[in-house]
């Protein structure tokens, strides 16, 4: 597995001891507003890190979504310095701008409270891109031989360490543009499902991801490559949806 | 379902028109690079383009690869930034289509025949 590069990449600014940090945090749902904080700067501080400062000294009513703290859940995303980020894996030295951050709820989502969203419509898209897999073995069956070195098991592979953190979906223009775009995170699980050669739903699911709202009206543009922290590739994922469906409808099967 | 099918077959077309354009636009500018570089005067090309059965074809699929490329996209672009309807867009992109390979082939006539 890619480590992430929030781990790897050395402190820029590192924490002298008695520093601050100031922290401005979204409090309240869509009428709400930033509110300042002052939060002691330690080493190897992480966005969380700070969020759970506020919490537990200032604000003890401050909502906020976290639960693995080592970037396996992908419940802590949020917008930092307007970018869409993992906050458990964020180092402050890397996004801190003159001693302060911003943190806000993810974009594209439904805000609930601070820096809380709404995840349910992320998730429903996954189900109706047909996220699902659909299999014809049973437990009495003979497990399945899937060949590792195949090339539709590198392409599930490339695709399948999602954490569903909901960074691409956040980050992706044309989520915002026309809100029914099943989005980079759902597209790309169904991808690794396209490429699972034991899955039987494959004519449902091309349906599902083609056309307006799926993998046609991606641009292309990659700015959830650019921001998954998992190091996945929608874009490409996508592209091959493409593919595959032109296919299909060319052997009039979609 | 017409939807999935419709963007789909659109996106193919995009995509083998694209294709077919990408050779045409090198093979076109090597052409013009040529013609001016070796000073050629309005006559001789015109010399050279009538009753030339090469140029004729080359240009007709040149032609009918921007009438199919163009339209896709501005069909797309009038339903993302101007909210327009599928239908009144593929309208409108069909008109285009025409109109493009109307006058790209007047040209190409009067390149060959005129
Ligand atoms: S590449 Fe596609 S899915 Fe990814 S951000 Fe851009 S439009 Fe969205
Ligand atoms: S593809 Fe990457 S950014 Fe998107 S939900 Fe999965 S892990 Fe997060
Ligand atoms: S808290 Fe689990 S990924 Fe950040």
Request: charged share 20%; with cysteine; aromatic share 8%.
């Amino acid at each position: 597995m890619p480590q992430a590069s929030a781990q790897a990449q050395p402190e820029r600014t590192p924490a002298r001891h008695g520093a601050t940090l100031r922290v401005s945090l979204w409090r309240g749902r869509d009428d709400g507003a930033f509110v300042e904080y002052e939060v002691p700067r330690l080493e190897s501080q992480t966005v969380l890190d700070v969020v759970t400062w506020v919490q537990r000294h200032r604000e003890p009513g401050l909502a906020y979504r976290f639960a693995c703290r080592v970037g396996m859940c992908g419940s802590c995303a949020m917008t930092v310095n307007g970018v869409a980020r993992w906050t458990c894996r964020t180092h402050v030295a890397e996004v801190a701008q003159d001693g302060h951050v911003q943190i806000a709820p993810l974009a594209n989502l439904p805000r609930v409270k601070d820096l809380v969203t709404d995840m349910r419509e992320f998730f429903d898209k996954w189900a109706r891109a047909q996220g699902r897999f659909f299999g014809a073995r049973t437990r009495h069956d003979e497990f399945a031989r899937v060949r590792p070195d195949s090339e539709a098991r590198q392409a599930a592979d490339a695709g399948i360490e999602c954490i569903g953190c909901g960074v691409c979906y956040a980050s992706c223009d044309v989520v915002t543009w026309r809100p029914d775009y099943l989005g980079p995170a759902a597209l790309n699980r169904a991808w690794t499902l396209v490429n699972d050669e034991r899955d039987t739903a494959q004519a449902a699911r091309l349906r599902a991801v083609a056309g307006d709202a799926g993998c046609h009206s991606c641009h292309s543009l990659g700015s959830c490559t650019e921001r998954c922290p998992k190091h996945i590739a929608p874009t490409g994922s996508i592209a091959g949806l493409k593919r595959v469906t032109a296919r299909a409808a060319i052997r009039g099967k979609l | 379902m017409a939807d999935v099918v419709r963007e789909t077959r659109r996106w193919y077309w995009q995509r083998v028109s694209a294709l077919v354009l990408a050779l045409c636009v090198l093979v076109h500018l090597a052409t013009i690079i040529y013609a001016v570089r070796s000073g050629l005067s309005a006559e001789a090309i015109l010399a050279r383009t009538r009753g030339s059965v090469t140029f004729a074809a080359f240009y007709t699929i040149f032609v009918a690869a921007c009438a199919v490329h163009v339209p896709i996209g501005i069909a797309r672009v009038a339903e993302e930034w101007l909210g327009l309807a599928p239908r009144t867009a593929d309208g409108i992109a069909h008109a285009l289509a025409l109109l493009l390979f109307v006058l790209g082939m007047s040209a190409v006539y009067a390149m060959v025949a005129g």
